[in-house]
């Protein structure tokens, strides 16, 4: 399966769900928004047979030139050339762009938070070995953008007064941003690396592209609890729910505050229950389940958003002019 930043997923973990929710849930409407704006292809008009016959001989005279041409190239430019006929090749965006680890992409959602674990047209990839789920999500849980994402999301916490056992001021700072790095990186290696080791799962999202927006919705909605083995076969998400479901357990029973007093102005024995408890495990579970589905959804869109909006830069940018020639 897939997740964002470091196993390729949104790590939002937060004891108050509705600030996390808001953020993706933005992310999500504006996904939706770009896709619903961007313009269908019109059907182009049937030619008449005399055009289709000039046309059928147009193309086997460029396929006799293009086999000389072919011919007389180095052939590592031949590797290089894409395959004719073949629409996805000729289509380069990050997330079809070979990765730092074999069989991931280099993709980044909204050019910034990492992706590497979706794939575009990436059917009957090979499986990937366990050094190499181990390595894409230590790539993408350790990538540069995530130490301050983690930041952003410890002041919010901070600001929300979320845990308020941590107090407030700079240590406490340091205490909710430790916790949200732990939180974030130990569910991504139970999910990504760890359960789908041992149980061989597929740790990848595959991007659909097909379909129209509720149809791609189900989709992207049913990867939370469907993926693939490491040989093709489609399999129920154990790596999704069991490695979610043990990731909170470890991060509820380990390093969350226990119950505690603090003093504030109005009360100086303000008695603070333990974050360590059953009910709170369950919590924490289902609403990382739900932010996972709110991040899958996200990643099933993305690559519409990034097409809109290469189309607009492409479009202010204007026609590339011509090279200017000289004459002897």
Same mark, same amino acid.
């Given at each position: 399966m897939t997740k964002?930043?470091?196993?390729d997923?949104?790590?939002?973990?937060?004891?108050?769900p509705?600030?996390?929710?808001?953020?993706?849930?933005?992310?999500?409407?504006?996904?939706?928004?770009?896709?619903?704006?961007? /313009?269908?292809?019109?059907?182009?008009?049937a030619?008449?047979s005399?055009s289709?016959?000039?046309?059928?001989?147009?193309?086997?005279?460029?396929?006799k030139?293009?086999?000389?041409q072919?011919?007389?190239?180095?052939?590592k430019?031949?590797?290089?050339?894409p395959?004719?006929?073949?629409p996805d090749?000729t289509?380069?965006?990050?997330a079809n762009?070979?990765?730092?680890?074999?069989?991931?992409s280099n993709?980044?959602?909204?050019?910034?938070l990492?992706?590497f674990?979706?794939?575009?047209?990436? =059917?009957q990839?090979?499986?990937?070995?366990v050094k190499?789920?181990?390595k894409?999500?230590?790539?993408?849980?350790?990538?540069?953008?995530?130490?301050?994402? !983690?930041?952003?999301?410890?002041?919010?916490?901070?600001?929300?007064?979320?845990e308020?056992a941590?107090?407030?001021? !700079?240590?406490?700072y340091?205490?909710?941003?430790?916790t949200?790095?732990?939180?974030?990186?130990?569910?991504?290696f139970?999910v990504?690396a760890?359960f789908?080791?041992m149980l061989?799962?597929?740790?990848?999202?595959?991007?659909?592209?097909?379909g129209?927006?509720?149809r791609?919705t189900?989709?992207a909605l049913?990867?939370?609890?469907?993926?693939?083995?490491? =040989?093709?076969?489609?399999?129920?998400?154990?790596?999704?729910?069991?490695?979610?479901?043990t990731?909170?357990?470890?991060?509820?029973?380990?390093?969350? /505050?226990?119950?505690t007093?603090?003093?504030?102005?109005?009360?100086p =024995?303000?008695?603070?229950?333990s974050?360590r408890t059953?009910?709170?495990?369950l919590?924490?579970?289902?609403?990382?389940?739900?932010l996972?589905?709110?991040?899958?959804?996200?990643?099933?869109?993305?690559?519409?958003? =990034?097409r809109?909006?290469?189309?607009?830069?492409?479009?202010?940018?204007?026609?590339? /002019?011509?090279?200017?020639?000289?004459?002897?």
């Open positions: 964002l930043p470091g196993r997923k949104l790590s939002l973990r937060n004891r108050r509705p600030t996390a929710f808001t953020l993706l849930s933005f992310l999500f409407a504006a996904c939706s928004w770009a896709t619903a704006q961007a /313009p269908q292809p019109s059907p182009a008009p030619p008449s005399s289709q016959d000039a046309k059928q001989d147009d193309q086997k005279q460029d396929q030139d293009d086999r000389k072919d011919a007389e190239q180095d052939p430019d031949q590797a290089a050339k395959a004719a006929g073949n090749a289509q380069h965006t990050p762009e070979q990765g730092k680890v074999e069989g991931t993709d980044r959602l909204f050019y910034t990492p992706n674990l979706t794939l575009q047209n990436g =059917h990839l090979p499986p990937m070995p190499d789920k181990f894409a999500v230590a790539v993408g849980n350790f990538d540069m953008v995530e130490f301050p994402w !983690w930041g952003v999301l410890a002041a919010i916490q901070q600001a929300d007064n979320v308020p941590y107090r407030q001021g !700079w240590l406490a340091a205490k909710r941003y430790g949200t790095m732990a939180d974030s990186s130990i569910e991504n139970m990504g760890v789908s080791s061989h799962q597929d740790p990848r999202f595959y991007q659909s592209d097909k129209g927006f509720w791609r189900g989709y049913s990867r939370m609890v469907i993926t693939f083995s490491d =040989h093709g076969h489609t399999q129920f998400n154990y790596s999704e729910v069991i490695g979610s479901a990731a909170a357990a470890i991060s509820t029973y380990s390093y969350h /505050p226990r119950s007093y603090i003093s504030t102005p109005s009360n =024995h303000m008695f603070i229950a974050d059953l009910t709170n495990a919590s924490t579970w289902g609403t990382q389940l739900s996972d589905a709110l991040t899958i959804e996200i990643k099933e869109f993305w690559p519409d958003v =990034h809109a909006m290469q189309k607009r830069h492409n479009k202010n940018a204007g026609p590339t /002019p011509a090279p200017a020639t000289t004459t002897n």
